[in-house]
T-cell receptor
Framework: LAKTTQPISMDSYEGQEVNITCSHNNIATNDYITWYQQFPSQGPRFIIQGYKTKVTNEVASLFIPADRKSSTLSLPRVSLSDTAVYYCLVVGNNNDMRFGAGTRLTVKP | KAGVTQTPRYLIKTRGQQVTLSCSPISGHRSVSWYQQTPGQGLQFLFEYFSETQRNKGNFPGRFSGRQFSNSRSEMNVSTLELGDSALYLC?????????????????FGPGTRLTVL
């Protein structure tokens, strides 16, 4: 199973765009890249998933280069409520998910 | 649609006891996974059940076990509790099983059960 590496923490200010990069050098052909968000005392919540190139939904964009060895989660115009831990995972089609330490994003006013 | 529910939400036990936690997945979801979350180790995968069968298992000792019923509800059991078992135990369900060429199935997490072992 591919291991992921992401920054431990990041700070930002309200209204800024935040980009969190994740490295997954050993990603397998069948793996998808998935991001989750977790608030304190809550279970993680799915944000976005992609296989290659770019994926965009109502809350985020996910950029994946051709070699798929990394990915970048982009959060446009963050607000205080986006303060959370963000997890990057690479998951095959067997639902076996291994979370890393995640990135603790702090959005300041 | 109701979300994933877990009971109880909070539990206090003493060392050596055993505990059973319950998870009701979203209606129609067949896969249920369990995770342990602690400040030191983060979120760790315990096991996943699909159609009453354990399909995946993480690196936890045999004291941690689980099962799934025909209605997809799941229970996990921890025997001979240790202080280090104090954690938030999360359950997640997803719509379909693995296999085939379908993309990864989003997992929906419950609020968790906070277990404290004294």
């Amino acid at each position: 199973l591919a291991k992921t590496t992401q920054p431990i923490s990041m700070d930002s200010y309200e209204g800024q765009e935040v980009n969190i990069t994740c490295s997954h050098n050993n990603i397998a052909t069948n793996d998808y890249i998935t991001w989750y968000q977790q608030f304190p005392s809550q279970g993680p919540r799915f944000i976005i998933q992609g296989y290659k190139t770019k994926v965009t939904n109502e809350v985020a964009s996910l950029f994946i280069p051709a070699d798929r060895k990394s990915s970048t989660l982009s959060l446009p115009r963050v607000s205080l409520s986006d303060t959370a831990v963000y997890y990057c995972l690479v998951v095959g089609n067997n639902n076996d998910m291994r979370f890393g330490a995640g990135t603790r994003l702090t959005v300041k006013p | 649609k109701a979300g994933v529910t877990q009971t109880p939400r909070y539990l206090i036990k003493t060392r050596g006891q055993q505990v059973t936690l319950s998870c009701s997945p979203i209606s129609g979801h067949r896969s249920v996974s369990w995770y342990q979350q602690t400040p030191g180790q983060g979120l760790q995968f315990l096991f996943e059940y699909f159609s009453e069968t354990q399909r995946n298992k993480g690196n936890f000792p045999g004291r941690f076990s689980g099962r799934q019923f025909s209605n997809s509800r799941s229970e996990m059991n921890v025997s001979t509790l240790e202080l280090g078992d104090s954690a938030l135990y999360l359950c997640a369900s997803s719509p379909e099983g693995a296999g085939g060429l379908s993309s990864y199935n989003e997992q929906f997490f419950g609020p968790g059960t906070r277990l404290t072992v004294l």
